[in-house]
């Protein structure tokens, strides 16, 4: 009973998802105090940055038509890492580290933050990185 006493006080502790049918099957357990996040930021190394990427990046290609652009289209390649709230650390990091990408919260009632390159320079920076640095497991 402990165990599962514990679990459900995490589970209330961390804001995600309806809480309130689980409320009401145990009603007397409350929230565990959650735990502090700090992150040794000396160990963000270059290998560690391609690895990040690598593990929770991904890869898109914007296309929209535009007559504006060669072939009617503007092709926009992106590279995005997305992480909850309390990661949001490690993508300003990585930010930093790479001087560039852009920062964004996924809609105000989600604590979703995403780093984006998209822009002609960055992109073959970050490929470089993740070249120079591979990360195999």
Do not use: H
Request: charged share 20%; glycine share 6%; proline share 6%.
């Amino acid at each position: 009973d402990k165990g599962l006493a514990r679990i459900i006080s995490l589970k209330f502790a961390f804001k995600f998802g309806d809480r309130s049918k689980i409320k009401d099957f145990f009603p007397d357990i409350e929230a565990a105090t959650p735990p502090i996040y700090k992150p040794n930021l000396n160990l963000k190394t270059p290998g560690w940055i391609s690895g990040f990427i690598i593990g929770d990046g991904s890869f898109s290609i914007n296309m929209t038509k535009n007559s504006a652009y060669k072939n009617n289209y503007n092709i926009i390649p992106k590279i995005r890492i997305s992480q909850d709230g309390i990661s949001l650390l490690a993508l300003e990091q990585i930010q930093k580290k790479l001087s560039c990408g852009t920062i964004i919260k996924s809609g105000e009632n989600r604590a979703v933050y995403t780093l984006a390159f998209s822009r002609k320079l960055t992109i073959p920076k970050v490929i470089q990185l993740c070249q120079e640095n591979p990360s195999f497991f």
